[in-house]
């Protein structure tokens, strides 16, 4: 089973933003984009996927986020921007999401939602140090 998580960002993910996530998660990863462009992945050196990253979303509508995850999200001010992440079940692919997450939120500000709670860019900067 794949270890999804959905950074929401307070700011349009630029390509700098994405390359930083990218070059976090780990140099040696292999990237290919997928489905047209509208999915990267992080590869090891087998070049199979540990990590799917899809392209950000703009999220609009107040509520929105909160329907979609349940209220265990929080409060989300609208717009934000939906980044979802999805992890294989391969060793080091959840890690490898973590890091790509916690690199948008801390540029950008926001919060990861997993299944196992939320993080925001501060609890996010407090476990890396």
Not at 23 to 30: F, I, K, S, Y
Not at 37 to 64: F, H, R, T, W, Y
Not at 77 to 98: H, L, N, Q, S
Not at 115 to 124: H, L, N
């Amino acid at each position: 089973m794949t270890y999804d998580l959905v950074a929401l960002v307070d700011g349009r993910p630029s390509s700098d933003d994405v390359m930083a996530g990218l070059t976090a998660a780990g140099n040696e990863l292999g990237v290919r984009a997928v489905s047209g462009g509208a999915v990267v992945q992080l590869c090891g050196d087998d070049d199979l996927p540990l990590v799917s990253v899809e392209l950000p979303l703009l999220i609009q509508v107040p509520g929105e986020v909160e329907r979609m995850l349940g209220t265990t999200v929080g409060v989300v001010d609208t717009p934000a921007w939906w980044v979802e992440i999805r992890a294989t079940t391969r060793d080091g692919a959840r890690e490898v999401a973590e890091q790509y997450a916690n690199t948008l939120i801390d540029r950008l500000g926001g919060k990861v939602w997993t299944s196992e709670g939320i993080r925001t860019s501060e609890t996010a900067s407090e476990e890396t140090h």
